[in-house]
Each structure stands twice: as C-alpha cells, then as structure tokens.
C-alpha cells in the first residue's frame, strides 16, 4: 500500500483563496517533501521537511508536520492560476526508500 | 546548472518489443533513481543507482533492469513489452537518495 496518502484528491478554489492539501503516512520516516507536476510533465521539488521539524515556510508555502500522528499538511497561500497542478507528498524513510503518495489535483479558478 | 535531461522524450513500441531510455542527471550528483507513472498507479519506484550500483528496487518484473555508467548517466530497459507498461518514466537525480530529487521531463512510452 502507498506510504504517503493526500487528501483531498481533488481541490478547486478561486484566485487569491488558501489551498490546503494532506499527506498521512504509516512508518517512521526520514524527511517528507513535497513536490508539483504540471499536466504530465515532471515533478518540481517544492520543500523538504526533516522528521525533527514541525514547520517550514517557502515563499507563499508552508509545511507542518506531526510525528505523532504521521502526518503532513501543505498550504498555499494567496493562490494564483499558475498554481494549478498536481501536488505530490513523498516519505523518504532510512532504508533510503522514496514513496510517493496518489497526489492531490489543486485547480485555481481566475 | 543544467537540469536532468532524459532521452527520447516519447516513444511508440509495439508488444514484445524491448525499449531503452536514457537519463543524464545534474553534473555532480551520484544518486539516480527511475520512477513509472500512470493514472491507475500514481507514481512507482522503479530502481534507483548510486556510484554504478544498483542500491533499492521497486516492486516490478525482471524485464524492468537498468544501469549507471561511470559518469552517472543512467539507462533502463524494458524487455518484451506489455501493453500495460504505456507510462510516464521520470528519472530524477540527487546528492543523496534522501535529499531532494530533480526530475527530468519525463518519457512517454506507448505500447501498442
């Protein structure tokens, strides 16, 4: 089964709205990231959180994470129609194993 | 720097045929780790190389194999061709299998 698992699977919100995406994971991991993929093409790194953070701000984006409760939130502030994509979380554990979760479709309505 | 190239960017095979895809990762990362998309699976690990050496494998067939040539150019090949193997293959490269990965645009196989 996947390691990483988003929520919801499809998002849709308008122009200038938060996007708030979920990632939960079953076993003890190294760091979690999250990554885009615009329309088929390949995956865009976006941030890396380490199993001994709780929070991390990129830009427009911030990560938490629990431990506790395996889990990962991803949210995008301010969104725009550019950031239409597919929003991937991947657990990367310390056999070096990198599981990516189904993915998360975000559509921005202008 | 020069991103992750890979090579050819899509192709059509028929069934029983085999396919090989070509990787170059960003100069000076050692880690090259080969990934197969698909609506119904998402996005599996295939394999992954690091200085020559295959180091973690996926859960697939042996008729999915690959290589890592001393300059961390990477191939995989695919032999007798199934009609579920149509997919988006990326090939992403890093420092370190756990660090951030950077994705190559992708091949797109079709078997017919």
């Known amino acids: 089964s996947q390691q990483g698992e988003e929520d919801p699977q499809a998002l849709s919100i308008q122009e200038g709205e938060n996007a708030t995406m979920n990632c939960s994971y079953k076993?003890?991991?190294?760091?979690l990231q999250w990554y885009r993929q615009n329309s088929g093409r390949g995956l865009v790194h976006l941030i890396l959180i380490r199993s001994n953070e709780r929070e991390k701000h990129s830009g427009r984006l911030r990560v938490t994470l629990d431990t506790s409760k395996k889990s990962s939130s991803l949210l995008i502030t301010a969104s725009r129609a550019a950031d239409t994509a597919s929003y991937f979380c991947a657990t990367v554990d310390y056999g070096q194993n990198f599981v990516f979760g189904p993915g998360t479709r975000l559509s921005v309505l202008p | 720097k020069a991103g992750v190239t890979q090579t050819p960017r899509y192709l059509i095979k028929t069934r029983g045929q085999q396919v090989t895809l070509s990787c170059s990762p960003i100069s000076g990362h050692r880690s090259v780790s080969w990934y197969q998309q698909t609506p119904g699976q998402g996005l599996q690990f295939l394999f992954e190389?690091?200085?020559?050496?295959?180091?973690n494998k996926g859960n697939f067939p042996g008729r999915f194999s690959g290589r890592q040539f001393s300059n961390s150019r990477s191939e995989m090949n695919v032999s007798t061709l199934e009609l579920g193997d149509s997919a988006l293959y990326l090939c992403a490269s890093s420092l370190e299998a756990r660090e951030t990965q950077y994705f190559g645009p992708g091949t797109r196989l079709l078997v017919l």
């Open positions: 190389y690091f200085s020559e050496t295959q180091r």
């Open positions: 076993t003890s991991i190294n760091n």
